[in-house]
């Protein structure tokens, strides 16, 4: 099963894709977290990396597809199925996309596409935590750690994501409305799209999701 997992920033993305990972044993393709990831070496495109990420903009189309691209071609076990999370965001990246996979022979089967209000959306990313270890995902109010600041799988430190505050939160928004949202088209055109709600819960999700991939 090769996916894309569509939907603006905090839609529930990497909880899904967690399930998805277990369920079917996919690949986890998260752009988020491979630009995290080169955050931490102290190097110059790390440091202009993190400020484009703490304003919320879109790192360049180029240097993301490079990675993406990188990883499909050398890291990527084609036949165990793949799912990308938050790539592609623009219809240039989902362009760059097809014929990237087009040149290995594994073109995508669907494209998921998260729904949720504006309301539902600020409340999951403000309450939103992180397990600086293992990505494992909790939110304050929803899934809070059994002990707190301490992650309930691996023990690792808790935090809060730069870029979930309420002022980035609405920058991410409008990037995504105005940059991201115009794929959804792109993939109608090609009949790969499934549109589900997100405003309910965790475990719904999961059940419309399972229908959709049988
Ligand atoms: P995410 O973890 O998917 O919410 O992404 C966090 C931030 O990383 C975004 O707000 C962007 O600054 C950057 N980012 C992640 N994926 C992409 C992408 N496909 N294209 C451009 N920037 C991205």
Redesign the pocket.
Known sequence: MRIVLLGP?GVG??TLADHLKEKYHLAHI???????EETKKDSPLGRE?KG??E???????E??TRL?VQKIEHGLDLKRGFMF??????VK?AQDLDAALERVHAPLDCVLTLEADFNVLLDRMTGRRVCRKCGALYHVTYKPTAREGICDVCGGEIYQ?A?DNEK?IKA?ME?YNKSTAPIIDYYAQQNKLKKLNANVEAAEVRLAVAAVLK
């Open positions: 920033p993305k990497g998260s752009t988020g977290d491979m630009l995290r990396i484009l990420m304003k919320g903009a879109l790192v360049s189309d240097l993301v993406v999370d938050g790539f592609p965001r623009t990246q994501r870029d980035t991410r990037v």
